[in-house]
Antibody, heavy 120, light 107 residues
């Protein structure tokens, strides 16, 4: 059973960089052809796909956030990370890491979510 | 981007009711649609994919239909555990997009 767990600061100052890490257990992020994604949910709103890192290491981002997003991985720790630069209050959200099924585009495993507030 | 629009935004219903949630895509997505259930403070849970294929363990009272631009999620007889928020998601093309969610509340 694949499990994902987000970790990182719950408060970030405006203009700084938001950093979150997702630790995966029950499966390797470097095998199986899966896509390891970040998704966020603004308070009381719908879900927004941020981007993914493929098992091969390649990445792809939502064009709306592409200029500010980096997704990387630490294979030795079976973790992947999100960095979102130049944050504003509009980036306040619950951030989820999730696995996109290798064969189709739905998300079958999710972390529990991490609330990140942007405030001075 | 493909826009996904759910209706209604909020649905009030009672245990035992049959309810339907609609999801419309701004362009054809064939059957590349997933439905999720989300409870307060929890992550979304995948209910079904390819518009109508139930995930293992999902009760048979849930069903999905549609193709192209219009889709529905139906719960045949609401149970107390079903009161939650439901999201649709298209995976026809990137960036993957979600509907705004439908809150299913107890009447």
């Amino acid at each position: 059973q694949v499990q994902l767990q987000e970790s990182g600061p719950g408060l970030v100052k405006p203009s700084q960089t938001l950093s979150l890490t997702c630790t995966v257990s029950g499966g390797s992020i470097t095998s199986g052809g899966n896509y390891w994604s970040w998704i966020r949910q603004h308070p009381g709103k719908g879900l927004e796909w941020i981007g993914y890192i493929y098992y091969s290491g390649s990445t792809y981002f939502n064009p709306s956030l592409e200029s500010r997003v980096t997704i990387s991985r630490d294979s030795s720790k079976n973790q992947f990370s999100l960095r979102l630069s130049s944050v504003t209050a509009a980036d306040t959200a619950v951030y989820y890491c999730a696995r996109r099924d290798q064969k189709a585009g739905y998300f079958d495993y999710w972390g529990q979510g991490a609330l990140v507030a942007v405030s001075s | 981007d493909i826009q996904m629009t759910q209706s209604p935004s909020t649905l009030s219903a009672s245990v035992g009711d049959r309810v339907t949630i609609t999801c419309r895509a701004s362009q054809s997505i064939n059957s590349w649609l997933a439905w999720y259930q989300q409870k307060p403070g929890k992550a979304p849970k995948l209910l079904m994919s390819k518009a109508s294929t139930l995930e293992s363990g999902v009760p048979s009272r849930f069903s999905g239909s549609g193709s192209g631009t219009e889709f529905t999620l139906t719960i045949s007889s609401l149970q107390p555990d079903d009161f939650a928020t439901y999201h649709c998601q298209q995976y026809k093309s990137y960036p993957y997009t979600f509907g705004q969610g439908t809150i299913l509340e107890i009447k």
